[in-house]
């Protein structure tokens, strides 16, 4: 499973770090205002204000593009999700085209690898969930072959092809769900951005000599919580945005009703 550095803090803790470095750059920025004000006071708020909304601006941008991207590949990992179900459910359908026994084991082992994958997800053991269907790759694979010289032709070809495709879909589901995430260079330059902002806008707020408003703290609110929902979409196998499994849950309950 790939891991990137921030893996290491669970969502809830990069939350709350993200929200403290805010706060401690709006009140570092605040208090390196009123020095300036108490030391330069024909410095002029009006400028730095619009140098402050020029660096607010680029992080919004920022913050767009990166969520942006989390949400595509949140989307990736949905429309996995429904292409894998429906390669399983044709696998399945097409056991029936096999000889005994190959058809009954086979349609055995698709039926513990939907469950695998449901699994997988909801008790978020991913890596013994990618071993285990790796495992029934080759079991069924195996099956395939023995089927093939016991019955050559293009009806076991069509088998042998949904099969093909599921197994390709396993690689699909790990690319978009464990490999494609969002580069630490870009997480990086997220961070260094937050802080130059609150940062500037404390300084602002500072240098015109008023005092704390609360709209600074709904401030560094906003924008840890913006964050907050750009790592949940970014991590596929933690947090509260999962996708759903309804999809391969429906092809489970087929296979369940077949006759065994």
Not at 2 to 24: K, S
């Amino acid at each position: 499973m790939n891991q990137e550095p921030l893996d290491i803090l669970p969502i809830w803790l990069l939350f709350v770090l993200i929200l403290a470095i805010a706060g401690f750059s709006l009140e570092a920025g605040y208090r390196y205002g009123l020095r300036r004000h108490r030391r330069s006071a024909d410095e002029q708020v009006t400028p730095v204000g619009a140098i402050v909304g020029s660096i607010l601006g680029l992080f919004a941008f920022l913050l767009a593009f990166t969520f942006g991207m989390a949400a595509n590949r949140f989307d990736d990992r949905r429309q996995a999700v429904l292409n894998e179900a429906n390669a399983i459910g044709t696998t399945y359908l097409r056991t029936r085209l096999l000889p005994e026994p190959q058809r009954g084991t086979s349609a055995r082992f698709l039926r513990e690898y939907a469950e695998v994958r449901i699994q997988g997800v909801q008790t978020r053991h991913v890596p013994e969930s990618v071993k285990r269907s790796e495992e029934l790759h080759e079991l069924l694979w195996a099956d395939a072959v023995q089927a093939a010289e016991k019955q050559p032709g293009p009806i076991t070809g069509l088998y042998i092809q949904s099969l093909n495709d599921t197994i390709d879909m396993h690689e699909v589901r790990l690319q978009a769900g464990l490999r494609s995430r969002i580069p630490m260079s870009i997480w990086v330059c997220l961070l260094s951005l937050s802080v130059l902002s609150m940062a500037s806008v404390g300084y602002q707020a500072g240098l015109s000599a008023t005092r704390r408003s609360p709209a600074m703290v709904a401030l560094a609110l906003a924008f840890a919580s913006v964050m907050y929902l750009i790592a949940d979409l970014d991590r596929g196998h933690e947090g509260f945005l999962q996708v759903s499994q309804d999809a391969m849950v429906d092809v489970q309950k087929s296979m369940r009703a077949e006759p065994k």
